[in-house]
DNA sequence: ATCTATATTTCGAGG
DNA sequence: CCTCGAAGTATAGAT
């Protein structure tokens, strides 16, 4: 491995830890840090240059390499998802995927270059997202209007499932859409889930509710003229109100 | 700093190269790498969790910290954008920002932990996007339609600008929406410009193309039901066409 | 500041 | 494998 060597090699001697499933004889999963001077040419879904600079070069175990300046957060200037095939020549490396895009990496110096090795993550754990929303209001639709009942999660169309089908106070049908934030984007896919299912005598009328933490002001206009119920729902509320037992941050 | 003197120290040695403009007396803009195993909390827009284990953290002289597994591409497991400020503790990290969102990373043994002066980076350039796409196709109406003619480009409406407006062989309006990948968002926009364009006396009647390198089949059946006609844009040839002398690929 | 449209979006689920 | 929807989307441009 070139550049490994003209670097300052920072190899990890840790032994027993949990290993990576695809660590069998031979090949064990490294993260590859290196600091260089390089330049970068990407050809793919588009055309890019990166002229001659020191930059990061982020090499991961699933193939992927990504070269990050000091700056932009965590989006790299340039990279290349897996899966991909890093080709090291002396001065020169070629990323290189299954379609043919191309990155190629000249390197005029090496100032760092270290592996490390991680093992298999065990992952994020993820809570308050849409899912976790619609969940709290398939057990409350009250919240979405008085005398709600809910009639199915996940009412599947010919067009994609819609969120929530309810059935109002007086025993009509009601389709839900859920968002996080609500933007135009939400209103539209409402609109055409309402548009197919008023088309369905066993369903029509259908009216609409567009439920979110969070409602735009262009997004609430639209909904409301195409005659959908706009709903702000206080998710934070909604938890205490499902258990008093779940942990609050 | 606690944790720089845990691990292995690796500052670059580097003199005279072009300093970064924010470089003044004290400060100089660093990207740090640490190696840790570490455990992470994020409370913010979300709550998330990250168990102990092995991972990169990525610290940008923008303010920025990212941690990295050693997997899916360049994309952290967890993060904070900048501007947000990280305080160090012995075993402890605190990020936050404005907004008082949270990242705390418990930090149980530090692996490595260099900083390395990257500099302002010349930055990134790009070719082969939309707006090239919208200039082949302004400059090549015929394209979208046999002796189309070109009225305008980014022509403006109430609700934004439609990407090019001409005129068909009998002198009729079109409006044109290009797109790289043509989706389900494509057309409803079109749709609402259409919508507007046709309220207009002197507009209308407005016909609607959709142009795009690559038109997903959804889109195109809900265009065509609309009476949109979708145009496939073969973009390599166009830009043949364009300029012989340009170097292809 | 808000809103719109783009992104080499990435990522995951479901057919 | 594609197709679709969600993302702590982020980001740039226009109003």
Redesign the pocket.
């Known amino acids: 491995m070139v550049l490994a060597e003209a670097g300052g090699l920072c190899e990890d001697r840790r032994t027993a830890r949990p290993r990576s499933p695809d660590f069998g004889g031979t090949r064990v999963a490294l993260v590859r840090l290196v600091i260089a001077r390089c330049q970068v040419d990407?050809v793919?879904?588009?055309t890019?240059h990166l002229p001659m600079a020191p930059r990061l070069l982020l090499v991961k175990a699933d193939g992927s390499v990504s070269i990050h300046a000091d700056d932009?957060?965590?989006?790299?200037?340039?990279?290349?998802?897996p899966p991909c095939w890093l080709e090291e020549q002396p001065g020169v490396w070629t990323v290189r995927n299954k379609v043919d895009?191309s990155?190629v990496i000249t390197i005029d110096e090496v100032l760092h270059d270290s592996k490390h090795e991680l093992g298999v993550d065990p992952g994020l754990v993820?809570d308050g997202?849409?899912?976790h929303l619609q969940e709290l209001l398939a057990a409350h639709p009250g919240v979405l209007g008085e005398g709600y009942t809910l009639v199915r999660r996940e009412y599947?169309t010919a067009?994609?499932?819609v969120?929530l089908l309810c059935r109002d106070a007086d025993g009509r049908s009601v389709a839900v859409?859920?968002?996080?934030?609500g933007?135009?984007?939400?209103v539209e896919?409402l609109t055409r889930y309402l548009e197919l299912m008023n088309r369905d005598p066993l369903l029509a009328p259908v009216a609409g509710v567009f439920a979110a933490q969070q409602i735009?002001?262009?997004?609430r206009t639209?909904a409301e003229d195409r005659g959908i119920r706009c709903v702000a729902v206080d998710y934070d509320a909604l938890r205490g109100t499902e258990s008093k037992d779940l942990r609050l941050f």
């Open positions: 990407y793919g879904r588009l890019a932009r957060a965590y989006k790299p200037l340039n990279w290349m998802s895009e990155l993820k997202v849409e899912a599947m067009i994609g499932p969120d859409e859920i968002k996080r934030r933007e135009i984007d939400g896919q735009k002001p262009q997004a639209l």
